[in-house]
């Protein structure tokens, strides 16, 4: 499966890929659009401790998310999971246990570098910056993200379709 943000990408574009892009996220954000999580059940006095360290943590996501298309079913999304995390004993027992084992796998985890700097996350109106290493020196194990290849007959054949449409 591959993104569909880029013409290179819709090139190589599956039905899979198409389905889970555009019918299911779009499916989500129209669902998500009829939700209202009541703010009271946000309240410190209504949450646990675990609770309040993840909607601490989401707060923080909030503030540096620049991407309304993202923001529109991530915004939605964690929070209700927040929610049901605190509210249901249930699936808190099984998310408790998914935290303890991503806390005993953390060293097998490696991340792009930009994925660590909300600064560098792609945002509305300016895209993708390149990340400052010495911001995330030390903090987990961390790939140099390589600029992607663009392959030069699909990049003549996109300026060519650019150029038909005038832009």
Known sequence: MTGVNKYQ????????????????????????????????WFLPENLQSNTKVIYGIFKDYEKYEKQNHRRSILG???PF?????????NYREVMNWFFIELLKHKDEFVFPLRDLQPDCWWQDGRGRTKPDLSKVEGLVKTTEVVPEEINPDLEKEYQAARKSIGK
């Open 9 to 40: 990408e819709n090139a190589f574009s599956t039905s899979d890929s198409f389905y889970f892009h555009v019918m299911l996220k779009t499916v989500m954000r129209k669902f998500f659009d009829y939700i209202q999580l009541p703010e009271k």
């Open 76 to 78: 939605k999304v964690i």
């Open 81 to 89: 999971a927040i929610l049901l995390y605190n509210y249901d004993e």
